[in-house]
């Protein structure tokens, strides 16, 4: 059976996407029950570039996200004699959105442009048709990988950034306000929450399907030529970021609704 698109471009790119996404979650779900068929050597290495290779530059960047917020906190606190609050506003803001939002963003301009330039490559060599040549499926060998990637290490990566930019805002406020460390301590671990964190570790999971499928998708749908792999890239990123943004939005719609 053959389906034609329409002719409009948004609606056709919108109707590839949708194809995209059930044929990962199909592809995913095929293998569940059985092996998977992908080759565990291409695992860890998609595994290796997402998670230690990554681990530096999150961290750098959560520190500092944590410190600009403490720094902007302890502004506006101090002049209400309430600068121990710092404490509290770093550690909800990076449980609960900042840490998760902040370490998609940084896979989507890293990981996701990886994938976008990888597949697209790779489209443009013939290897992708050369794979279903063989009889081998490209989404079973070179998506779901990436996409279970992703998955497993974007939560941990959560973790990591969550701890960093405790840290950061912990440098800040110890050195503006002179608190005391186990001061601080105390009222983060009084602010922060199940419920922050479990919605933190949900955002996590999901944005890095997000950039995992922006990635392989508008890798696979390059155009075989050398521009067509920098345009895959950039539309890679722009729509792992734009996705983040809108998914983000779409998380505190449904925490603000459900009380959370």
Request: glycine share 10%.
């Amino acid at each position: 059976m053959t389906i034609r698109w329409p002719r409009t471009a948004p609606l056709q790119g919108t109707f590839r996407g949708i194809t995209f996404l059930g044929s990962v979650i199909l592809a995913i779900s095929r293998g569940m029950p059985n092996h998977w068929r992908f080759r565990s050597q291409d695992m860890a290495r998609v595994l290796a570039d997402c998670s230690a290779r990554a681990l530096l530059i999150v961290l750098v960047v959560n520190v500092l996200v944590g410190a600009i917020l403490a720094f902007v906190g302890a502004v506006q606190l101090v002049k209400f004699g309430a600068g121990i609050f710092v404490a509290d506003l770093v550690a909800i803001a990076v449980s609960r959105e900042m840490a998760a939002v902040i370490t998609a963003v940084v896979m989507a301009g890293r990981t996701g442009a990886a994938f976008a330039a990888e597949l697209a490559t790779m489209q443009a060599n013939e290897e992708v048709d050369a794979l279903e040549v063989l009889g081998l499926n490209a989404m079973d060998h070179l998506v779901v990988p990436r996409v279970l990637a992703l998955l497993l290490v974007m939560p941990l990566l959560y973790v990591f950034g969550c701890l960093a930019g405790l840290l950061g805002g912990f440098t800040v406020g110890a050195s503006m306000l002179s608190l005391a460390p186990a001061a601080y301590f105390d009222r983060s671990l009084d602010a922060l929450s199940f419920q922050h964190l479990g919605l933190g570790f949900a955002k996590a999971i999901a944005f890095g399907i997000l950039v995992a499928i922006a990635g392989c998708y508008h890798g696979l749908h390059a155009d075989r030529n050398a521009a067509g792999v920098g345009q895959a890239t950039t539309r890679a990123v722009v729509a792992g970021i734009v996705g983040v943004i809108a998914l983000d939005a779409v998380f505190s719609v449904c925490a603000n609704a459900l009380g959370i």
